[in-house]
């Protein structure tokens, strides 16, 4: 509506005040409270920091254990007001993927005295703009001491978190690490195999990293993959003799679920694999991916599907 003063124009602002934005998400968890609902998604709605803080600021929120916020517009100043809420401390899972957190928010946050969220078991962090020292201190940190669930797929972290793992003595519940599009090369690979709570992971995906021959034959030496269910190294540059690795490796006997697809691998390095599948003694295999649906990629494990340019 217009309003007409001396001559310009003064329009009211249709944007929702703090108070009304509290109204309507009240409303929204008060109806996910009715229907038993104990998680809260919030995914792509436009969250910024005046609805964090409206959500943050209600009790009816002290009952919910979980809280997704992924592709929406958190900044740090949104995990501060999160983190800070009386009412958020019995969260168990908590996404955050997609957002646009950076380092000083995650380094603030392992800085706090106080753990704030003592329950807290899934953590997700993927694609925000996160690094190596930052995520570092965040997981030796008695913040991270409860995570089962870590996710830090398309951040720029490599190395330096592997190095974490080997020094730290906290991350002993951790059950799940998806770290896609990351830079974790083999000397990372000799680090994460020091970590006290290897024996635990049931869930490693390293798709897309910096991984050798060496650093798979390194994996697959070791006596400590014990409880490993599910291990994704796919898109890396793993060759006919890292194949050889893993299907000699004690690792199969607890595998259910192997990818190496999109290495420059050949059908004589897929050999040793297939037969453990046709053996029953892996249950799922992917050697190749996502040719048919995405022909713009090429799969680096099918020689003839290379370009004629040898691309």
């Known amino acids: 509506m217009a309003i007409i003063r001396g001559g310009d124009a003064e329009y009211e602002s249709n944007k929702p005040s703090l108070d009304e934005k ?7 968890i008060s109806e996910l409270a009715a229907n038993k609902q104990d998680h809260m998604e919030f995914a792509g709605r436009y969250i910024g920091l005046e609805e964090v803080t409206a959500i943050a600021g209600l009790e009816i929120v002290k009952d919910f254990k979980g809280l997704t916020l992924s592709d929406n517009q958190i900044d740090n100043e949104s995990l501060k007001i999160l983190l800070e809420s009386p009412y958020l401390k019995n969260l168990e899972r908590l996404d955050l993927g997609i957002n646009f957190l950076t380092d000083s928010g995650i380094k603030d946050w392992a800085q706090l005295n106080e753990v704030r969220w003592e329950k807290l078991k899934t953590l997700f962090l993927n694609d925000n703009r996160l690094g190596d020292e930052a995520i570092s201190a965040f997981l030796m940190s008695p913040h991270a001491a409860s995570l089962e669930i870590l996710n830090l797929d398309y951040t720029q972290v490599g190395n330096g978190v592997c190095n974490s793992f080997a020094e730290t003595a906290q ?109 029953g003694r892996l249950k799922n295999l992917i050697l190749y991916e996502g040719v048919d649906n995405t022909p713009d990629l090429v799969n680096y494990s099918k020689p003839e599907l290379l370009r004629p340019d040898g691309g």
């Open 22 to 28: 509290k109204e309507k998400f009240k409303k929204i």
């Open 171 to 279: 991350l002993t519940n951790l059950k799940e690490f998806h770290l896609d599009r990351g830079y974790v090369d083999d000397e990372g690979i000799k680090k994460l195999l020091e970590w006290e709570g290897l024996e635990e992971l049931k869930v490693l995906k390293l798709t897309s990293n910096k991984l050798t021959d060496d650093g798979v034959e390194e994996l697959s030496k070791s006596t400590r993959l014990r409880s490993i269910k599910n291990l994704d190294l796919g898109y890396n540059q793993i060759t006919d003799k890292g194949c050889k690795a893993l299907a000699d490796s004690n690792m199969i006997e607890s595998l259910d679920t192997l990818t190496v697809s999109r290495n420059p691998f050949t059908e004589e390095g897929a050999k040793g694999l297939k037969e453990l599948k046709n053996s």
